[in-house]
């Protein structure tokens, strides 16, 4: 079987004796973060080049409170992002920061997914069955952040090199972001097809709670994606520019899947859609992929 990327490397092993800071950071120790470097080495689904023909939709829900197993059912604050499967950890946690207004106001947003900052204490963590008797748990971030929330030594992957198709391989696996400003659950809503779901205009936001603004959410899209693309989108000639950039604004805020899975159709009403895929999540009513 071929291997895949990340190499052994991604995995940065303890270097002193793990002293878990505290009780929730007892399941990370090296034996898992190992089994979880196994599973990516080895049980890839597609390589990296085909990931980034497809999109994930990620349903992103903050926890209220750290202690929570209602999340699904109570999502006070949500944002629902459409990337591809190429997407670095450290990317998406840069990606969903800024949908969140987690960045600090002194530091410019960086649409470059390789360059920018995340917000001070940003990390991962993966604690997941995944078959055959092997559970695995994983925390993804830097040295820094890590050691900092879950103790020195603690074993953990760089944020830079860990995947989104490595780790989000299918419906309902979901992983946790934690930083400064709270913490995020982040669960696949579903992942296209080859080619579907226009995997090049990415990360854009597709659904959100109803506290953020119609203005804000375009705004935010235009500064995930940098420059909205619009050459192609040749409607009517005696659009004006105005009129013209509303309808591409429109056509990015499109979600593909709702709540259930189900792939969406471009032809219903968007505020519909919004309304649909802002429900709560229902796991194992449809499949995706």
Known sequence: MPKFYPPKPALQHATDFFEPKSQQYMAFTEDLAVACNDWIDNGQPMTENESKKRCWQLRCIVDDEEDSEDYLDEQSKLRILVVNGATSFFALAKFLSETLGWRAEDKPYCAQPSKGTVPPGSHWTLHRDVGNGICIAALIGTAQSVYQSAGNGAPYFTEKLVKVFQILRRRGDDITFTCKYGRVTV???????????????????????????????????????????????????????????????????????????????????????????????????????
């Open 187 to 289: 669960v696949v809503d579903g992942v296209t097809r080859s080619n579907e779901g226009e995997p090049r205009f990415v990360p854009r936001l597709v659904g959100a709670d109803d506290g953020l603004l119609k203005d804000d959410w375009t705004v935010l899209n235009q500064r995930l994606m940098e420059k909205m693309p619009k050459q192609w989108y040749l409607v009517r000639a005696d659009l004006t520019e105005e009129e013209r950039q509303d309808i591409v604004d429109s056509h990015y805020k499109y979600p593909l899947f709702d709540n259930r899975g189900n792939a969406l159709d471009k032809r219903q009403n968007i505020a519909e859609l919004h309304r649909i895929v802002a429900l709560p999540f229902r796991i194992g009513e449809a499949h995706s992929g």
